[in-house]
């Protein structure tokens, strides 16, 4: 798989602390972060950084995820050791299941722990039809409207420079039909239509946070999301990237498949961000199974068969993704099995928090194929050397400075 996207070359100068070049010397360059964006849900560490739910109903990491047997400590050392973004939940009916009480202060203290650790985070979804808080039933299409037109800019706002990344809105080419459960934004869709929608959320969003990146995210990745992105740009509506859930309850899709895929979309010219995946490390679900909530079991475990199995396909999978020059970013849904959505094995940690190969050969990966390790180099006679890595963030003498596109040569002072 070519990488050569990925890659960049800097001629690094370094400078003594008086100006000089720092001839014939061996420094240290390392690596620091991916400008890729590796990322897992956080729901996790919703209940461990910012305590129980409140609020009167389950809140926030509690709705989806909440892993119950990790502490703190093991949590933290699986998921920063590979990711360096993390989606937290902002589900209404979980934010908010009595109106006026949110679940603010548990978020924004995780969010605020994670980007101090320099984890970049993602809030989803800003609107939704599912997840959706009983108190919103039984009101008027103005005023629900009014109302989830308050809470998008309320959010972006409120997290403004501690969250500038969201799902604006979720799943639209479904919302107007969907019919598994009341919920007042359907209604709201059906009434207004789905362009109508997509406005209203990512022009709140932009109007509470000018600086926000604004995602339009779908599992159905049908020419029926084709025709609503068509849709949307023609429209005028500025979206800044392509959401695109890959949930492989029932098998691993394949390269072929996956890269097919992505040229369909990339025509956009914009960035695509893979929001969902996940492969399981169990059985699969039968085939014929359409809808995935409508297959839940009592028990569905990890297996020595499957953990192999999941270890394979990952590896192809990310290969194929990052191999693709349009796609930014993969968001994989689950950390641990233990909490995980509709119960499956898709965790990159089993229950008791013991690491499945899954997450040794992803680590091969990100922090081994595609990470420059702590490595001496000795500069020239003129202070310099050739850096080449993959883009992101580096130190060298203990200063930090950057390989990114278009930049050819950088220069530091050693510390």
């Excluded at 202060?105 to 989803?124: F, I, S």
């Excluded at 934004?185 to 239509?193: D, K, N, S």
């Excluded at 929608?197 to 779908?218: H, I, S, W």
Aim: glycine share 12%; aromatic share 8%.
């Amino acid at each position: 798989m070519d990488m050569d996207h990925r890659i960049g070359e800097v001629a690094l100068t370094v400078l003594t602390a008086d100006g000089r070049p720092l001839a014939d010397q061996v420094i240290t360059v390392e690596q620091r972060r991916h400008d890729f964006a590796f990322g897992n849900i956080g729901f996790d560490f919703v209940r461990l950084v910012g305590g129980p739910a409140g609020g009167g109903g389950p809140a926030g990491g509690d709705v989806f995820g909440g892993a119950g047997r990790l502490t703190l400590d093991a949590l933290a050392d699986a998921f920063l050791g590979l990711f360096n973004t993390a989606t937290l939940p902002f589900y209404w009916g979980g934010y908010e299941p009595v109106r006026g009480r949110t679940d603010a202060r548990r978020l924004e203290a995780t969010a605020r722990w994670l980007a101090d650790r320099g984890v970049t985070v993602k809030g989803h979804p800003l609107v939704w039809h599912t997840v959706q808080p009983d108190w919103l039933l039984g009101l008027g299409l103005d005023e629900v409207e009014k109302l989830t037109r308050a809470r998008v800019r309320e959010l972006t706002s409120g997290f403004a420079g501690l969250i500038d990344l969201w799902d604006a809105i979720n799943e639209v080419v479904i919302m107007p039909v969907f019919a598994n459960g009341d919920n007042a934004i359907t209604p709201l869709a059906r009434a207004r239509g789905r362009i109508a929608m997509v406005r209203l959320a990512f022009e709140e969003a932009r109007a509470g946070n000018p600086k926000a990146t604004l995602v339009l995210n779908d599992f159905d990745l049908s020419s029926a999301y084709e025709i609503l992105i068509e849709g949307v740009l023609e429209a005028g509506i500025e979206i800044d990237a392509i959401g695109l859930q890959t949930h492989m309850h029932q098998g691993y899709r394949g390269e072929e498949y996956m890269a097919a895929m992505l040229d369909r979309f990339a025509r956009y010219g914009l960035p695509l961000h893979m929001t969902e995946t996940t492969l399981l490390s169990g059985h699969l679900m039968p085939p014929e199974i359409e809808d995935l909530n409508d297959y839940q079991i009592s028990s569905w475990p990890s297996t020595p068969e499957g953990e192999e199995r999941q270890a394979e396909e990952i590896v192809r999978h990310y290969r194929s993704l990052v191999g693709h020059p349009a796609v930014q970013s993969i968001n994989y849904w689950g950390i641990t099995d233990d909490g995980a959505w509709l119960g499956a094995p898709v965790g990159l940690l089993r229950s008791d928090g013991s690491r499945k190969p899954s997450y040794d050969a992803l680590a091969g990966l990100i922090k081994g194929e595609w990470w420059l390790p702590p490595t001496p180099m000795r500069t020239g006679p003129d202070g310099t050397l050739t850096v080449r890595g993959f883009l992101g963030d580096y130190t060298a003498a203990g200063t930090a400075f950057a390989i990114h596109p278009g930049v050819s040569a950088v220069t530091v002072t050693a510390s």
